[in-house]
C-alpha cells in the first residue's frame, strides 16, 4: 500500500510503500558507497554497531562482491532527497540508497535508523542486528532551509549537550543549528584577538528567576564559554550529520557582555556589567567605524572557526535611545546623508548601516549575512538573508527587496513559548503554542499570500524555508532544552521537510492542511504518540509529554509571562507587534525590574 505514513517515519516521507516482509541484517554487514557519499554511510555504520551487535564492513567503490547495503548516487534523485529500497525487489542488495548529494545520503541514513525502531537510538544493544521493514521510499525535502535555533547565551549549555542537540536536530532531517553565541547575558565564543570577552564576558554573578519583572536573582553565578576547538568540534560533528552550524554574533543591540569586556565601545559610559536579567536592553554599541572594525576582526575569527557559507549578524531589538543622546552620532548620522524629517541626522538609520558594514564585510570573504527582521534597510548587500521573527509582513518587504527570507515568526515558531496553558507548565512565557499549533506552520500561509501578489516578483528574494527558535531565558539546563523543544521541534520538522499532500487539503483556501484539529494533525499526533515518541524516549530525551509536564517538569512558583496571541494578532496582523519600536516599549514590557534602570527591560522571550 501506498502511503508516506505507513511506516510511522517522521517527518512523513513523500512516498513509501510498506512490501511484503522484514530484512533482518547479517551479523556481518556488507556495505558499499560511492566516495561522494561515504560520510553518510559511514554515519550509518557507527549507529549500527554502536546500536547492535552488527559488525558493517565498507568495501572499497568498484570492487565485485555483492553486498547488502549501497549507497549509490543517482543524479535524477531531487536534490537533497534519496530513494530506498529495503528487500532487494530488484534481486540487488537488501537496502538500497540512491541519492544525487550527501544532503540526500543523510536523510536516507536518518530514515534507515528510522526503519530499525527505537533501539536504534540506543548507545549499546544486543540485537544481533537490525532488522528492518521491506518498503520503497521516494523523499525530499520541501524547503532547503529547515534551521533551529539554540540560544547558548542567556544559559551556557555544555558542549555534549550542543552535540547531542545537534544529533537529535539530524534525526529529524533538520539541517541548520543556528547557534546564538552572545548576548547580554553572556559571551561563549573565544575570541584570542579580543580575550576580554570571555574573561569578562563569558560569566554573570546571578540570573533571574522567572520573567524579569520578579526582580529576584538567584544568588548564583552563572558562565561558561566555547574554545574554538569546541566549536570546530561542534561544527564537524554536525557537518558529519548533514548539519550546518550557522553561528550568530548578535550586534549591534544584546550586548551588554561585550561592552562589560569592551567598555570603549558602548554608547553611553557605563559601568557596565554582564546583564543578570532578561529583556532589552538599551546598553547598545556605538555604531563607529572603532566598532565596525572590532567586530570585523572577531567576525574572520568567526569565519576561521565555522564552515557554512552563512554568518549571523543578529540585528534584532536595537534601541536608539543611548545614541538620540550623544551629539557626535546625530551629526554622524547626518554626515551620512541620514536625516529626518526635519533635517536632523536620523540616528535609527546608523542601525542599518551598522550591520550593512559588516555583511559587506562577510560578503568580501565569501560568506552571506544573516540578519533578524530589524536589520532590513536599503543599505544591506543583496545577498543577505533576512530571518522574519516578527511577523510576515516584513518577509513580503525583505523578498520584494531581492532578499533570500527564512520564517521565524514568534507567533509560531518560539518553542521556549508555553506549550500548555494549564497551571502546570513551567515558567509560562510568550503565546500558548501547543505540539499542534506548531505542526500547523506554514512559511508563508496562503491567506497573506493571497494579500500580496508581490511575494514572486521577478527580482524577488526566494523563501528558503523555516526556522524553529529555543531561546533559553528560561531554560537553564538540557533537561530544560529538551522539554521546550520535544516533541513540538518533530512537529516542526515535519511542516518543513513533509510536501503538502492534496489529500491532507482542509481548507478552501488552499492551505496546507494541517491546521489544528484538521484529519492530518490527528494523524500526526497519532504517528508521534506510537512510532516517534517511543525513539526520543530510546534516545534519552525528556520531552513534554504530550498530556502536561511530568512532577519534576514543573517549577512552582517561578512567575513567567503569558502573552495572548489572538490579541496581539487583532493589534499587529500579519506585522506582529514584537520588537522594539520607538516611543513605544515591548509586548511584554511595562516597568524595570526593582533596581534597575533600564526602561526597557521587556523582550519577546522574557
Ligand atoms: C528575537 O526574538 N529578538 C529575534
Not at 468 to 494: G, I, K, N, T
Request: include cysteine; aromatic fraction near 8%.
Amino acid at each position: 500500500m501506498s502511503d508516506p505514513r505507513t511506516l510511522g517515519l517522521l517527518p512523513a516521507p513523500a512516498d513509501a510503500t510498506r512490501l511484503d516482509g522484514d530484512v533482518t541484517l547479517p551479523a556481518r554487514v556488507l556495505l558499499r558507497a560511492e566516495p561522494a557519499l561515504a560520510p553518510a554511510a559511514r554515519w550509518w555504520r557507527r549507529v549500527v554497531e554502536e546500536s547492535s551487535q552488527a559488525e558493517v564492513v565498507p568495501l572499497a567503490p568498484g570492487t565485485p562482491e555483492a553486498v547488502d547495503v549501497t549507497f549509490g548516487l543517482d543524479p535524477d534523485v531531487a536534490a537533497g532527497g534519496y530513494r530506498l529500497t529495503v528487500g532487494g525487489a530488484d534481486g540487488g542488495a537488501a537496502v538500497a540508497v540512491a541519492a544525487a548529494d550527501l544532503a540526500g545520503a543523510f536523510a536516507a541514513a536518518q530514515t534507515l535508523r528510522q526503519l530499525a525502531g527505537p533501539s536504534a537510538y540506543r548507545r549499546a544493544g544486543s540485537a544481533p542486528a537490525p532488522t528492518l521493514p521491506c518498503c520503497r521510499i521516494a523523499d525530499a525535502p520541501r524547503f532547503e532551509w529547515r534551521g533551529v535555533l539554540l540560544d547558548v547565551a542567556r544559559h551556557f549549555l555544555p558542549k555534549a549537550d550542543v552535540l547531542r542537540f545537534v544529533d537529535l536536530a539530524a534525526a529529524h532531517h533538520l539541517n541548520v543549528v543556528q547557534l546564538h553565541l552572545v548576548d547580554d547575558q553572556g559571551w561563549r565564543f573565544e575570541s584570542r584577538r579580543f580575550p576580554r570577552l570571555t574573561e569578562v564576558g563569558s560569566w554573570r554573578e546571578e540570573s533571574t528567576v522567572g520573567t524579569w519583572r520578579t526582580g529576584h536573582g538567584d544568588g548564583r553565578p552563572h558562565g561558561g564559554f566555547y574554545t574554538q576547538d569546541d566549536l570546530r568540534e561542534i561544527d564537524a560533528y554536525a557537518r558529519e550529520r548533514g548539519v550546518m552550524v550557522v553561528p550568530e554574533i548578535d550586534v549591534p543591540g544584546h550586548a551588554e557582555a561585550a561592552l562589560a569586556a569592551y567598555p570603549h565601545l558602548a554608547s553611553r559610559p557605563g559601568p557596565h556589567e554582564v546583564r543578570t536579567t532578561w529583556g532589552i536592553s538599551t546598553d547598545v554599541l556605538a555604531p563607529t567605524d572603532e566598532a565596525v572594525d572590532f567586530f570585523a576582526e572577531l567576525l574572520d575569527e568567526v569565519c576561521e572557526v565555522f564552515d557554512a557559507p552563512f554568518v549571523a549578524i543578529g540585528g534584532d531589538e536595537v534601541p536608539t535611545t543611548a545614541w538620540r543622546e550623544r551629539v557626535d552620532l546625530v551629526e554622524r548620522a547626518a554626515r551620512l546623508g541620514y536625516r529626518t524629517a526635519d533635517g536632523e541626522g536620523d540616528v535609527a538609520r546608523l542601525h542599518g548601516w551598522f550591520l550593512a558594514r559588516l555583511a559587506e564585510h562577510l560578503h568580501d570573504r565569501g560568506r552571506r549575512a544573516v540578519v533578524w527582521d530589524e536589520g532590513l534597510c536599503p543599505d544591506l548587500p543583496r545577498d543577505t538573508v533576512v530571518t522574519c521573527w516578527r511577523g510576515w509582513a516584513v518577509a513580503a518587504d525583505a523578498l520584494a527587496a531581492g532578499h533570500d527570507v527564512v520564517l521565524a515568526p514568534e507567533q509560531v515558531t518560539y518553542l521556549d513559548h508555553r506549550a500548555g496553558d494549564g497551571p502546570d507548565e513551567p515558567i509560562p512565557v510568550g503565546f500558548l503554542r501547543t505540539v499542534e499549533d506548531v505542526y500547523g506552520f506554514e512559511p508563508l500561509p496562503a491567506a497573506f499570500r493571497a494579500e500580496r501578489p508581490d511575494l514572486e516578483g521577478a527580482d524577488a528574494g526566494r523563501v528558503l524555508g523555516g526556522q524553529a527558535q529555543v531561546w533559553a531565558e528560561h531554560l537553564d539546563s538540557v533537561r530544560r532544552v529538551d522539554y521546550a523543544a520535544y516533541p513540538r521541534l518533530a512537529a516542526f520538522a515535519e511542516a518543513v521537510w513533509s510536501p503538502s499532500r492534496d489529500g491532507d487539503r482542509g481548507r478552501a483556501d488552499g492551505e496546507q492542511g494541517r491546521a489544528p484539529g484538521g484529519p492530518a494533525s490527528a494523524e500526526f499526533l497519532e504517528r508521534l504518540r506510537t512510532h516517534h515518541l517511543p525513539r526520543l524516549d530510546a534516545a534519552g530525551v525528556e520531552y513534554r509529554p504530550l498530556d502536561g509536564p511530568l512532577p519534576w517538569q514543573r517549577r512552582p512558583g517561578v512567575a513567567g509571562h503569558p502573552r495572548d496571541l489572538a490579541a496581539e494578532l487583532a493589534a499587529g496582523g500579519w506585522a506582529g507587534v514584537g520588537g522594539w519600536v520607538e516611543g513605544r516599549e515591548g509586548p511584554e514590557a511595562s516597568v524595570a525590574p526593582a533596581g534597575r534602570t533600564s526602561p526597557t527591560d521587556g523582550a519577546a522571550a522574557g
